[in-house]
Protein backbone atom coordinates (compact mmCIF):
# COMPACT_ATOMS: atom_id res chain seq x y z
CA UNK A 1 0.00 0.00 0.00
CA UNK A 2 1.53 3.06 -1.14
CA UNK A 3 2.14 5.96 1.21
CA UNK A 4 -0.44 8.37 0.48
CA UNK A 5 -3.31 5.74 0.28
CA UNK A 6 -2.08 5.00 4.35
CA UNK A 7 -2.25 8.89 5.09
CA UNK A 8 -5.73 8.90 3.45
CA UNK A 9 -7.39 6.00 5.25
CA UNK A 10 -6.14 7.07 9.10
CA UNK A 11 -8.73 8.01 11.34
CA UNK A 12 -9.37 11.60 12.19
CA UNK A 13 -9.59 10.94 15.94
CA UNK A 14 -10.08 14.82 16.90
CA UNK A 15 -12.69 17.16 15.57
CA UNK A 16 -14.03 19.23 18.15
CA UNK A 17 -13.87 19.26 22.01
CA UNK A 18 -11.62 16.29 21.62
CA UNK A 19 -8.66 18.58 22.56
CA UNK A 20 -7.21 17.53 25.73
CA UNK A 21 -3.29 16.40 26.33
CA UNK A 22 -2.84 14.90 29.33
CA UNK A 23 0.38 14.17 30.34
CA UNK A 24 2.32 12.74 33.68
CA UNK A 25 5.56 14.35 34.72
CA UNK A 26 6.71 16.04 38.19
CA UNK A 27 4.38 16.61 40.78
CA UNK A 28 1.73 15.13 38.56
CA UNK A 29 -0.57 15.62 35.75
CA UNK A 30 -0.24 18.55 33.15
CA UNK A 31 -3.29 19.08 31.19
CA UNK A 32 -3.50 21.47 27.86
CA UNK A 33 -6.82 22.46 26.97
CA UNK A 34 -6.56 24.79 24.37
CA UNK A 35 -4.09 26.12 25.48
CA UNK A 36 -4.75 26.41 29.79
CA UNK A 37 -3.32 24.66 32.76
CA UNK A 38 -1.74 25.56 36.38
CA UNK A 39 0.56 27.97 37.72
CA UNK A 40 4.51 27.43 37.61
CA UNK A 41 6.40 25.70 34.72
CA UNK A 42 5.49 22.37 33.46
CA UNK A 43 8.19 19.45 33.52
CA UNK A 44 8.21 15.76 33.06
CA UNK A 45 10.02 13.04 34.13
CA UNK A 46 13.11 11.70 33.32
CA UNK A 47 11.67 9.26 30.71
CA UNK A 48 8.65 10.07 29.28
CA UNK A 49 6.06 9.01 26.42
CA UNK A 50 3.74 10.55 23.96
CA UNK A 51 1.21 8.62 21.16
CA UNK A 52 0.57 10.37 18.50
CA UNK A 53 -2.98 9.13 17.06
CA UNK A 54 -3.73 9.86 13.83
CA UNK A 55 -2.28 12.79 12.99
CA UNK A 56 -4.23 15.54 15.00
CA UNK A 57 -4.11 13.98 19.02
CA UNK A 58 -0.98 13.36 21.61
CA UNK A 59 -2.10 11.02 23.95
CA UNK A 60 0.73 10.92 26.46
CA UNK A 61 1.30 7.79 28.64
CA UNK A 62 3.89 7.56 31.08
CA UNK A 63 5.78 4.00 31.67
CA UNK A 64 6.71 4.88 35.47
CA UNK A 65 10.39 5.87 34.10
CA UNK A 66 12.23 8.78 35.97
CA UNK A 67 12.24 10.82 39.29
CA UNK A 68 9.11 12.61 40.70
CA UNK A 69 9.29 15.56 42.30
CA UNK A 70 7.90 19.32 42.30
CA UNK A 71 6.34 21.45 40.31
CA UNK A 72 3.31 22.04 38.01
CA UNK A 73 1.78 23.04 34.70
CA UNK A 74 1.93 26.87 34.00
CA UNK A 75 -0.62 28.91 31.76
CA UNK A 76 -0.45 28.95 28.26
CA UNK A 77 -2.43 31.62 27.30
CA UNK A 78 -2.67 31.92 23.61
CA UNK A 79 -0.92 28.05 23.18
CA UNK A 80 -2.77 24.91 21.70
CA UNK A 81 -6.48 24.91 20.33
CA UNK A 82 -6.79 28.98 20.64
CA UNK A 83 -3.62 29.83 18.42
CA UNK A 84 -6.02 27.92 15.72
CA UNK A 85 -8.74 30.18 15.99
CA UNK A 86 -6.70 33.25 14.98
CA UNK A 87 -8.05 36.16 12.96
CA UNK A 88 -6.75 36.89 9.88
CA UNK A 89 -5.22 35.35 6.52
CA UNK A 90 -3.29 32.27 9.07
CA UNK A 91 -6.68 31.49 10.41
CA UNK A 92 -8.82 31.73 7.20
CA UNK A 93 -6.57 29.38 5.13
CA UNK A 94 -7.44 26.79 8.25
CA UNK A 95 -10.53 25.34 6.69
CA UNK A 96 -13.22 25.82 3.78
CA UNK A 97 -12.34 27.49 0.75
CA UNK A 98 -8.96 29.05 2.44
CA UNK A 99 -7.91 25.26 2.55
CA UNK A 100 -8.83 24.04 -0.63
CA UNK A 101 -6.83 27.00 -2.39
CA UNK A 102 -3.76 26.19 -0.42
CA UNK A 103 -4.84 22.70 -1.56
CA UNK A 104 -4.95 23.36 -5.17
CA UNK A 105 -1.74 25.43 -5.23
CA UNK A 106 -0.11 22.60 -3.01
CA UNK A 107 -1.11 19.74 -5.91
CA UNK A 108 0.09 22.50 -8.52
CA UNK A 109 3.82 22.00 -6.76
CA UNK A 110 3.49 18.29 -6.76
CA UNK A 111 2.55 17.79 -10.33
CA UNK A 112 5.68 20.22 -11.00
CA UNK A 113 7.82 18.21 -8.85
CA UNK A 114 6.97 14.88 -10.64
CA UNK A 115 8.35 17.12 -14.16
CA UNK A 116 10.84 18.66 -13.03
CA UNK A 117 12.41 16.45 -9.98
CA UNK A 118 15.93 17.53 -9.63
CA UNK A 119 17.08 20.97 -10.00
CA UNK A 120 19.89 21.11 -12.72
CA UNK A 121 20.70 24.58 -13.29
CA UNK A 122 19.94 28.49 -12.91
CA UNK A 123 17.20 28.08 -15.08
CA UNK A 124 15.48 25.44 -13.00
CA UNK A 125 15.71 27.53 -10.04
CA UNK A 126 14.23 30.12 -12.01
CA UNK A 127 10.90 28.42 -13.39
CA UNK A 128 10.51 26.55 -10.08
CA UNK A 129 10.79 30.14 -7.80
CA UNK A 130 8.28 31.69 -10.43
CA UNK A 131 5.64 28.60 -9.58
CA UNK A 132 6.14 28.87 -5.75
CA UNK A 133 6.47 32.65 -5.20
CA UNK A 134 3.11 34.94 -3.91
CA UNK A 135 2.24 38.11 -6.30
CA UNK A 136 5.05 39.84 -4.59
CA UNK A 137 7.80 37.79 -5.27
CA UNK A 138 8.03 36.40 -1.49
CA UNK A 139 8.93 33.16 -0.78
CA UNK A 140 9.65 30.98 2.03
CA UNK A 141 12.45 28.20 1.76
CA UNK A 142 13.89 25.13 3.99
CA UNK A 143 16.83 22.58 3.24
CA UNK A 144 16.44 19.10 4.61
CA UNK A 145 18.24 15.80 4.57
CA UNK A 146 15.59 13.13 5.51
CA UNK A 147 17.08 10.76 8.55
CA UNK A 148 16.96 6.71 8.45
CA UNK A 149 13.79 6.59 11.14
CA UNK A 150 11.84 9.72 9.27
CA UNK A 151 11.61 11.97 12.35
CA UNK A 152 12.64 14.50 10.43
CA UNK A 153 9.09 14.37 8.28
CA UNK A 154 6.79 14.59 11.41
CA UNK A 155 8.50 17.95 11.80
CA UNK A 156 8.13 18.79 8.22
CA UNK A 157 4.36 18.14 8.49
CA UNK A 158 4.05 19.81 11.81
CA UNK A 159 5.67 22.91 9.64
CA UNK A 160 3.63 23.09 6.58
CA UNK A 161 0.88 22.54 9.14
CA UNK A 162 1.27 25.55 11.14
CA UNK A 163 2.34 27.71 7.83
CA UNK A 164 -1.11 27.35 6.98
CA UNK A 165 -1.94 29.00 3.05
CA UNK A 166 1.83 29.93 2.99
CA UNK A 167 2.35 26.28 2.83
CA UNK A 168 1.57 27.13 -0.58
CA UNK A 169 4.60 29.42 -1.35
CA UNK A 170 7.09 27.52 0.06
CA UNK A 171 10.02 25.63 -1.41
CA UNK A 172 11.38 22.94 0.27
CA UNK A 173 14.85 21.55 -1.59
CA UNK A 174 15.97 18.25 -1.01
CA UNK A 175 19.59 16.93 -0.56
CA UNK A 176 18.90 13.75 -2.14
CA UNK A 177 15.90 11.70 -3.74
CA UNK A 178 15.01 9.60 -0.37
CA UNK A 179 14.15 12.83 0.87
CA UNK A 180 11.77 14.13 -1.51
CA UNK A 181 10.22 10.99 -2.21
CA UNK A 182 8.98 11.13 1.45
CA UNK A 183 8.11 14.44 1.46
CA UNK A 184 5.76 14.24 -1.81
CA UNK A 185 4.33 11.01 -0.41
CA UNK A 186 3.22 12.97 2.45
CA UNK A 187 1.86 15.79 0.13
CA UNK A 188 5.11 18.61 0.89
CA UNK A 189 6.29 19.28 -2.31
CA UNK A 190 10.05 18.98 -2.40
CA UNK A 191 12.63 19.56 -5.20
CA UNK A 192 16.06 17.25 -5.07
CA UNK A 193 19.46 19.65 -5.36
CA UNK A 194 21.21 19.17 -8.58
CA UNK A 195 22.87 22.53 -8.99
CA UNK A 196 24.56 23.59 -5.51
CA UNK A 197 28.32 23.04 -5.52
CA UNK A 198 29.47 19.93 -3.70
CA UNK A 199 30.24 20.40 -0.01
CA UNK A 200 34.04 20.39 1.02
CA UNK A 201 36.08 19.88 4.62
CA UNK A 202 34.03 19.61 8.08
CA UNK A 203 30.74 21.26 6.45
CA UNK A 204 29.68 17.92 5.71
CA UNK A 205 29.24 16.71 9.38
CA UNK A 206 26.88 19.22 9.45
CA UNK A 207 24.37 18.14 6.58
CA UNK A 208 24.33 18.74 3.19
CA UNK A 209 21.50 20.87 3.80
CA UNK A 210 23.20 23.76 5.55
CA UNK A 211 25.57 25.02 2.72
CA UNK A 212 22.94 24.75 0.57
CA UNK A 213 20.60 27.08 1.73
CA UNK A 214 23.16 29.77 1.38
CA UNK A 215 24.16 29.27 -2.34
CA UNK A 216 20.03 28.94 -3.17
CA UNK A 217 19.69 32.36 -1.41
CA UNK A 218 22.39 33.63 -3.08
CA UNK A 219 20.69 32.51 -6.46
CA UNK A 220 17.58 33.35 -5.82
CA UNK A 221 18.42 36.87 -4.59
CA UNK A 222 19.97 37.14 -7.87
CA UNK A 223 16.23 36.28 -9.44
CA UNK A 224 14.98 39.49 -7.47
CA UNK A 225 13.06 37.24 -4.85
CA UNK A 226 12.22 38.56 -1.39
CA UNK A 227 13.08 35.49 1.11
CA UNK A 228 12.09 34.19 4.01
CA UNK A 229 13.92 31.18 5.59
CA UNK A 230 13.13 28.45 7.77
CA UNK A 231 14.45 25.42 9.51
CA UNK A 232 11.61 22.69 9.67
CA UNK A 233 11.64 22.72 13.44
CA UNK A 234 9.96 26.18 13.66
CA UNK A 235 6.35 26.24 14.58
CA UNK A 236 4.50 29.22 12.83
CA UNK A 237 1.56 30.74 14.68
CA UNK A 238 0.96 33.53 11.79
CA UNK A 239 1.11 34.25 8.57
CA UNK A 240 4.80 34.97 7.75
CA UNK A 241 4.61 37.08 4.89
CA UNK A 242 2.43 39.60 6.37
CA UNK A 243 5.20 40.71 8.85
CA UNK A 244 7.65 40.55 5.94
CA UNK A 245 5.14 43.09 3.87
CA UNK A 246 4.98 44.97 6.98
CA UNK A 247 8.75 45.69 7.44
CA UNK A 248 10.06 45.87 4.26
CA UNK A 249 12.30 49.01 5.28
CA UNK A 250 14.84 46.31 6.48
CA UNK A 251 17.25 44.56 4.04
CA UNK A 252 17.60 41.82 6.92
CA UNK A 253 16.17 40.57 9.55
CA UNK A 254 16.78 37.68 11.88
CA UNK A 255 16.00 35.23 14.61
CA UNK A 256 18.20 36.51 18.26
CA UNK A 257 19.99 33.80 19.53
CA UNK A 258 20.32 35.33 23.02
CA UNK A 259 19.37 33.36 25.82
CA UNK A 260 16.44 36.37 27.45
CA UNK A 261 13.25 36.62 27.16
CA UNK A 262 13.98 40.13 25.49
CA UNK A 263 16.63 41.26 23.30
CA UNK A 264 19.04 42.01 26.18
CA UNK A 265 22.14 44.23 25.73
CA UNK A 266 25.46 44.60 28.15
CA UNK A 267 27.28 48.04 29.17
CA UNK A 268 27.72 50.23 26.11
CA UNK A 269 25.42 48.52 24.31
CA UNK A 270 27.14 45.36 24.20
CA UNK A 271 25.32 42.46 22.74
CA UNK A 272 26.30 39.01 23.78
CA UNK A 273 24.84 35.60 23.34
CA UNK A 274 24.78 35.08 27.29
CA UNK A 275 26.23 31.77 26.53
CA UNK A 276 30.03 31.63 27.13
CA UNK A 277 31.37 29.05 24.47
CA UNK A 278 29.46 30.84 21.86
CA UNK A 279 30.60 34.35 22.97
CA UNK A 280 34.29 32.36 22.75
CA UNK A 281 33.50 31.54 19.36
CA UNK A 282 31.56 34.58 18.09
CA UNK A 283 33.98 36.78 18.76
CA UNK A 284 36.70 35.55 15.72
CA UNK A 285 39.72 35.93 18.15
CA UNK A 286 38.19 39.60 19.50
CA UNK A 287 38.20 40.90 15.57
CA UNK A 288 34.14 41.40 15.37
CA UNK A 289 31.41 42.47 17.25
CA UNK A 290 28.56 39.88 16.67
CA UNK A 291 24.92 40.32 17.10
CA UNK A 292 24.41 36.44 18.35
CA UNK A 293 21.78 35.75 15.33
CA UNK A 294 20.07 32.28 14.52
CA UNK A 295 20.41 31.00 11.24
CA UNK A 296 17.37 28.75 11.51
CA UNK A 297 14.99 31.82 10.75
CA UNK A 298 15.60 35.09 9.02
CA UNK A 299 14.01 37.74 6.42
CA UNK A 300 15.92 39.26 3.33
CA UNK A 301 14.92 41.66 0.93
CA UNK A 302 15.75 41.98 -2.94
CA UNK A 303 18.17 44.35 -2.30
CA UNK A 304 21.94 45.49 -4.15
CA UNK A 305 23.51 45.32 -0.44
CA UNK A 306 21.81 42.09 0.02
CA UNK A 307 22.84 40.40 -3.13
CA UNK A 308 26.40 41.68 -2.11
CA UNK A 309 26.05 40.40 1.19
CA UNK A 310 24.78 36.51 0.58
CA UNK A 311 27.59 37.14 -2.01
CA UNK A 312 30.19 37.71 0.61
CA UNK A 313 28.58 35.24 2.68
CA UNK A 314 28.67 32.41 0.59
CA UNK A 315 32.09 33.01 -0.61
CA UNK A 316 33.44 33.31 2.79
CA UNK A 317 32.14 30.24 3.53
CA UNK A 318 33.45 28.42 0.56
CA UNK A 319 36.43 29.58 1.30
CA UNK A 320 36.49 27.99 4.81
CA UNK A 321 35.17 24.53 4.49
CA UNK A 322 35.74 24.12 8.05
CA UNK A 323 34.21 26.66 10.16
CA UNK A 324 30.15 26.59 11.40
CA UNK A 325 28.03 28.44 9.01
CA UNK A 326 26.46 30.29 11.66
CA UNK A 327 29.85 31.71 13.15
CA UNK A 328 30.81 32.73 9.92
CA UNK A 329 27.72 34.51 9.73
CA UNK A 330 28.52 36.83 12.54
CA UNK A 331 31.27 37.63 11.15
CA UNK A 332 30.18 38.40 7.66
CA UNK A 333 26.69 40.27 8.66
CA UNK A 334 28.78 42.70 10.67
CA UNK A 335 31.33 43.72 7.60
CA UNK A 336 28.44 44.74 5.50
CA UNK A 337 26.58 47.07 7.96
CA UNK A 338 29.47 49.32 6.79
CA UNK A 339 28.20 51.20 3.31
CA UNK A 340 31.28 51.79 0.44
CA UNK A 341 30.21 55.31 -0.16
CA UNK A 342 28.18 55.61 -3.55
CA UNK A 343 29.26 52.37 -4.44
CA UNK A 344 27.12 49.96 -1.89
CA UNK A 345 24.63 51.08 0.57
CA UNK A 346 25.07 49.64 4.23
CA UNK A 347 22.57 46.41 4.91
CA UNK A 348 19.76 47.83 7.43
CA UNK A 349 19.25 45.26 9.37
CA UNK A 350 18.00 44.16 13.17
CA UNK A 351 17.27 41.32 15.55
CA UNK A 352 13.33 40.58 15.29
CA UNK A 353 11.45 41.51 17.65
CA UNK A 354 11.18 38.75 20.56
CA UNK A 355 7.56 39.28 21.22
CA UNK A 356 6.96 38.03 17.46
CA UNK A 357 9.77 35.54 17.61
CA UNK A 358 11.45 33.76 19.97
CA UNK A 359 13.03 30.01 20.74
CA UNK A 360 10.79 27.77 22.80
CA UNK A 361 12.44 27.61 25.66
CA UNK A 362 12.04 31.71 26.09
CA UNK A 363 8.47 31.67 25.31
CA UNK A 364 7.59 29.57 27.98
CA UNK A 365 9.60 31.59 30.29
CA UNK A 366 7.47 34.85 29.26
CA UNK A 367 4.15 33.25 29.73
CA UNK A 368 5.46 32.48 32.96
CA UNK A 369 6.51 36.14 33.68
CA UNK A 370 3.24 36.62 32.55
CA UNK A 371 4.90 39.13 29.54
CA UNK A 372 3.40 39.44 26.12
CA UNK A 373 3.10 36.69 23.76
CA UNK A 374 -0.29 37.09 21.73
CA UNK A 375 1.44 38.29 18.67
CA UNK A 376 4.19 35.75 18.62
CA UNK A 377 4.16 35.23 14.97
CA UNK A 378 7.03 32.01 14.78
CA UNK A 379 8.47 29.98 17.76
CA UNK A 380 12.25 27.98 17.09
CA UNK A 381 13.16 24.81 18.55
CA UNK A 382 16.84 26.55 19.58
CA UNK A 383 19.09 25.49 21.94
CA UNK A 384 17.27 21.96 22.09
CA UNK A 385 20.04 19.56 19.82
CA UNK A 386 18.23 16.60 21.14
CA UNK A 387 14.95 15.33 19.30
CA UNK A 388 13.29 14.41 22.32
CA UNK A 389 13.70 17.50 23.35
CA UNK A 390 12.31 19.06 20.34
CA UNK A 391 9.37 17.12 20.13
CA UNK A 392 8.36 17.44 24.48
CA UNK A 393 8.20 21.09 24.04
CA UNK A 394 6.44 21.45 20.61
CA UNK A 395 3.80 19.30 22.17
CA UNK A 396 3.86 21.16 25.56
CA UNK A 397 2.83 24.01 23.80
CA UNK A 398 0.15 22.74 22.01
CA UNK A 399 2.21 23.64 18.68
CA UNK A 400 3.27 19.29 17.30
CA UNK A 401 -0.54 18.82 17.73
CA UNK A 402 -2.35 21.92 16.08
CA UNK A 403 0.31 21.37 12.64
CA UNK A 404 -0.08 17.57 12.61
CA UNK A 405 -3.96 18.39 12.35
CA UNK A 406 -3.70 21.25 10.18
CA UNK A 407 -1.24 18.75 7.52
CA UNK A 408 -4.24 16.09 7.98
CA UNK A 409 -6.38 18.33 6.61
CA UNK A 410 -3.73 19.75 3.76
CA UNK A 411 -3.49 16.04 2.30
CA UNK A 412 -6.72 15.06 2.26
CA UNK A 413 -8.06 17.63 0.50
CA UNK A 414 -5.14 17.38 -1.90
CA UNK A 415 -6.04 13.51 -2.02
CA UNK A 416 -9.18 14.97 -3.18
CA UNK A 417 -7.81 16.46 -5.80
CA UNK A 418 -6.55 13.40 -7.36
CA UNK A 419 -2.96 14.12 -6.64
CA UNK A 420 -0.91 11.85 -5.01
CA UNK A 421 2.40 13.19 -4.16
CA UNK A 422 4.73 10.88 -7.16
CA UNK A 423 7.20 9.79 -4.47
CA UNK A 424 8.60 6.59 -4.78
CA UNK A 425 7.44 4.44 -1.53
CA UNK A 426 11.21 3.93 -0.21
CA UNK A 427 11.74 3.78 3.26
CA UNK A 428 8.75 5.57 5.31
CA UNK A 429 6.82 2.44 5.52
CA UNK A 430 7.59 2.72 9.15
CA UNK A 431 5.72 5.44 9.53
CA UNK A 432 3.12 5.04 7.00
CA UNK A 433 2.24 1.78 7.54
CA UNK A 434 -1.57 0.60 6.73
CA UNK A 435 -2.40 -1.74 10.32
CA UNK A 436 -3.32 -0.95 13.39
CA UNK A 437 0.38 -1.40 14.50
CA UNK A 438 1.84 1.33 16.71
CA UNK A 439 5.45 2.26 15.94
CA UNK A 440 7.92 3.44 19.03
CA UNK A 441 10.46 6.79 18.39
CA UNK A 442 12.49 6.64 21.20
CA UNK A 443 14.02 10.22 20.65
CA UNK A 444 17.16 11.50 22.92
CA UNK A 445 17.00 14.31 24.96
CA UNK A 446 20.02 16.89 25.77
CA UNK A 447 20.76 14.96 29.44
CA UNK A 448 20.78 11.71 27.97
CA UNK A 449 17.22 10.63 29.08
CA UNK A 450 14.55 9.52 26.50
CA UNK A 451 10.98 11.19 25.08
CA UNK A 452 9.49 8.16 23.21
CA UNK A 453 6.70 8.87 20.75
CA UNK A 454 4.58 6.02 19.43
CA UNK A 455 2.96 7.01 15.92
CA UNK A 456 -0.21 4.94 15.73
CA UNK A 457 -1.99 4.40 11.97
CA UNK A 458 -5.43 3.22 11.61
CA UNK A 459 -6.86 1.13 8.49
Not at 173 to 187: E, F, M, P, V
Request: hydrophobic residues 35%.
Amino acid sequence: MSSESALASETQVLESGGDEITAKGRGGAKKLNGGKAGGGRASRAANSSSEILGDGELAPFAKGHGKKGGGGGFKLSNGGGKLAGRSGLHAKNATGPGLMKTATRVAALLRLSAKMPVIRNSDDIATLAAAVANSDRELLFTTVTMDKSLIQLVFLRQWIGNLRGAAAHTFMLGSDKRTCDIARNASVPCFIDGAAPALRGKQNEFGHQVLLKWWYAKELLALNYHLVFSDPDIAWLSDPFSFGSRTRSFDLQGLSDIRSTNLTTQKDHEIICIRPWMEKMYEHGRRSIYPCQSTGLWYMRDRPQSRAMMEGLYGYLYRHPNEWEQKAFQLIVMRYLVGLGDDLPPVRYRLLPTSHFINIEFYEERIKKRMETQNTIAVHCGYLKGMGDKFEHLEMNGFLKRGLAHHRRLYQSVVALGESGHGETIGDKRLYGHDETTVGLSLRRKNHSAYQVAVRRRA
